[in-house]
């Protein structure tokens, strides 16, 4: 049959795309997994739906129900379009730094959006603590109406990963993967195609490409959650250990800027024609140290985890990016002149 059912069955199996400028540049085959093919956008498509068969599997989201969430905005929308074609609402907690266009993303897929202040992990309004006590209040008007997903520490988003994501990639490239690198913001991704490429090739480098302002590099290179600086990026950097990172079997870890990064995501633009997100910048930059770490004739592969036009008032807009110190290409000041 080549008909989907529904959307959760065009989740996933997405295309590998060699990215034509970075290996020649590298000398390496390097690859990117297009995420932003997902029905939603993003990566977080895969995400949501493992947390939604795991919980449903359980009986913790039932007929009718309301999945709650924290969510930099991807996850979110992955659960409202999974949660629309499957009969659940849909409420999302998240920072109201994030981009306005997952915030209407996420409002056009009917999701009840709160925005809150983006504070550090231990201030209890932080998103993920307010999400859980929605659920919490939902749950005690009427029990089992409601389930927070909790992607960040819930292991079922790794495991999804290694099932899945892992599992394409070691088909697509016919087991000839010498390393994969990409950024952390669960960890999911990270640790469940590490775990499940280490499984079937224990050479296999696995790396992590991390945004300035996050404290995992340094964690992995020096055993302490330490950050410095900041970054455009989102969805990605982490300042403490999440259950899904937790474990993850990382060989090197780098921090990279954002004026390494979002040049990348420009070129690809510009020479090979595939518009990707902030995240994905880290992750070529990532692919690119992974390359030279390796030598030439390696096969790297990353992830393209969502769209640039996500975040086109912010990775394409000349004056947003001067503010920010991030070179701007000329086509760039030629198509959005100030
Ligand atoms: N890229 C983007 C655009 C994301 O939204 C996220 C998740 N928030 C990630 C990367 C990180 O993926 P993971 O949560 O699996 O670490």
């Known amino acids: 049959m080549a008909i989907s059912p529904d959307l959760s069955a065009t989740v996933g199996n997405t295309p590998l795309l060699r990215l034509r400028r970075i290996s020649a540049l590298t000398g390496c085959e390097v690859l990117g997994k297009a995420e932003f093919l997902n029905p939603g956008g993003s990566i977080k498509d895969r995400t949501a739906l493992g947390l939604i068969c795991d919980a449903e599997r359980k009986g913790l989201l039932r007929p009718g129900g309301t999945i709650v969430e924290g969510?930099?905005?991807?996850t979110g929308i992955g659960m409202a379009l999974i949660g629309a074609s499957r009969g659940y609402r849909t409420v999302i907690f998240m920072p109201e730094t994030q981009s306005r266009e997952k915030i209407d993303t996420l409002r056009m897929a009917g999701a009840d959006v709160r925005l809150v202040p983006a504070v550090p992990f231990k201030d209890p309004r932080h998103y993920v603590h307010v999400a859980r006590a929605y659920s919490d209040s939902l749950n005690e008007q009427t029990p089992g109406s409601a389930w927070f997903g909790n992607q960040f520490d819930n292991t079922a988003n790794r495991d999804w990963h290694e099932a899945t994501t892992a599992v394409e990639i070691w088909d697509q490239t016919l087991g000839q993967v010498d390393g994969f690198v990409c950024a952390a913001g669960t960890g999911g991704t990270l640790a469940g195609v590490g775990r499940a490429l280490k499984e079937r090739n224990p050479g296999a480098k696995i790396a992590l490409s991390d945004p300035a302002g996050s404290a995992l590099a340094h964690y992995i290179n020096r055993g302490e959650l330490l950050a410095e600086g900041s970054s455009i990026?989102?969805?990605?950097?982490?300042?403490?250990?999440?259950?899904?990172?937790?474990?993850?079997?990382?060989?090197?870890?780098?921090?990279?800027?954002?004026?390494?990064?979002?040049?990348?995501?420009?070129?690809?633009?510009?020479?090979?024609?595939?518009?990707?997100g902030g995240s994905s910048g880290v992750n070529l930059a990532g692919a690119i140290r992974l390359a030279r770490e390796l030598g030439p004739g390696h096969t790297?592969?990353?992830?393209?985890?969502?769209?640039?036009?996500?975040?086109?008032?912010?990775?394409?807009?000349?004056?947003?990016?001067?503010?920010?110190?991030?070179?701007?290409?000329?086509?760039?000041?030629?198509?959005?002149?100030?």
């Open 300 to 338: 790297i592969v990353t992830v393209l985890s969502d769209a640039g036009t996500r975040y086109q008032a912010k990775l394409f807009n000349p004056r947003f990016l001067r503010e920010k110190g991030i070179p701007v290409p000329d086509w760039l000041d030629q198509a959005f002149p100030s």
């Open 71 to 74: 969510t930099a905005g991807n």
């Open 233 to 276: 990026s989102e969805g990605i950097g982490s300042s403490r250990i999440t259950a899904n990172f937790e474990g993850a079997p990382i060989d090197l870890a780098w921090s990279v800027p954002d004026q390494e990064s979002v040049p990348l995501l420009h070129e690809l633009l510009r020479e090979e024609g595939w518009c990707v």
